[in-house]
């Protein structure tokens, strides 16, 4: 009998966006608990870039990336009543495999879409919204008369939070590294947005701690890592928390604790994965992000598109212009 097929991107080494390959791999076959999902939307990362780079060196070669995605259920394995053939459901997984047509996973790790949600929003918004959520309530909590920094606030996770944030009461500061970023920090909520790199450069503590008299902010959020990490620890207020969730510049150089000790301040660096690990938490936290979708609490930019076979266009341009705008594979 010939074995099932279908097209995946695969990685031999790690390097440039070159390395990722179409390739036709044989179907996983199903076993108990199981569902087959067909995908009809990719979201790219980039965290995908960083295990493509080699930076994370977390996807064994050869090997295919990609953390999220929405789909069909196409064929349910014995024993799932959860899920039945044709429901939409989406998904992460820190197991990658999901740049392809199709994935294999359990069914205790989908999430069901809601019928007034496309795939493409949730594509779009899945991964950074669950983040999002986890930023502003579980690792930290942030409502009515938070003060907060949102590092990059004009990228993809920037406008999220600070969207979001705004929603829940907070007093939001951005900062941007260009002029089209700044724009859509101040789209965002951002009571003000400062220059971080480029034309225009500021000493971001040093602003922060003038527009809050001297205080600091409650929690800095950072993504950025490398070239934002002292600004962000420099304006916290006493017991303030430095929250890393990315590092776009590059790696932080290793902190020295008691530095921490100048306004008893405190980081983290928390993973999405680590939460999503319960089905019951898991649904809550998307259930939130849904609801704040349909009530506007942040709006995604129009996706760009791309065919599962043109992922290196992807990651070029992710790399090239950063996330302001969510970008999508189509298998």
């Not at 795939?119 to 942030?142: E, K, M, N, P, W």
């Not at 949102?150 to 007093?171: D, F, N, P, R, Y």
């Not at 849904?290 to 790399?319: I, Q, V």
Request: charged share 20%; net charge negative.
């Amino acid at each position: 009998m010939t074995q099932a097929t279908h097209q995946a991107i695969v990685i031999e080494q790690y390097g440039d966006p070159e390395v990722m390959q179409i390739a036709t791999v044989t179907s996983q076959p199903l076993v108990a608990g199981q569902v087959r999902v067909q995908h009809t939307r990719i979201g790219v990362n980039f965290h995908d870039i960083y295990v493509r780079s080699g930076l994370y060196k977390t996807l064994a070669l050869p090997g295919t990336p990609g953390i999220e995605a929405v789909g069909v259920v196409a064929e349910v394995g014995e024993g799932v009543s959860r899920f039945k053939v044709g429901d939409r459901v989406c998904y992460i997984s820190a197991a990658y495999a999901i740049y392809a047509a199709e994935r294999v996973i359990a069914a205790d790790d989908l999430i069901a879409v809601p019928d007034d949600l496309s795939d493409a929003l949730v594509a779009a918004s899945l991964l950074r919204g669950l983040t999002a959520d986890v930023l502003l309530h579980r690792v930290a909590h942030v409502g009515q008369g938070s003060r907060i920094l949102v590092q990059a606030a004009g990228g993809g996770m920037g406008q999220i939070l600070s969207q979001w944030a705004t929603q829940l009461g907070a007093m939001v500061i951005g900062t941007a590294g260009s002029d089209a970023t700044a724009k859509k920090a101040d789209q965002c909520g951002c009571v003000e947005v400062i220059r971080y790199r480029g034309e225009g450069k500021q000493d971001v503590a040093a602003r922060v701690m003038e527009i809050t008299h001297g205080e600091g902010v409650d929690v800095a959020y950072d993504g950025v890592g490398k070239d934002s990490f002292d600004g962000s620890l420099a304006s916290l207020t006493f017991g303030g928390q430095l929250v890393m969730y990315g590092q776009s510049s590059g790696p932080v150089a290793p902190l020295e604790i008691p530095r921490l000790a100048a306004r008893s301040n405190s980081v983290c660096r928390p993973m999405v994965f680590h939460f999503v690990k319960k089905a019951k938490e898991r649904d809550a936290m998307a259930a939130r992000v849904f609801e704040a979708l349909r009530k506007h609490h942040f709006r995604m930019a129009e996706p760009m598109e791309f065919a599962l076979a043109d992922a290196a266009s992807a990651h070029r341009l992710l790399e090239a212009h950063g996330a302001v705008q969510p970008i999508l594979l189509v298998p």
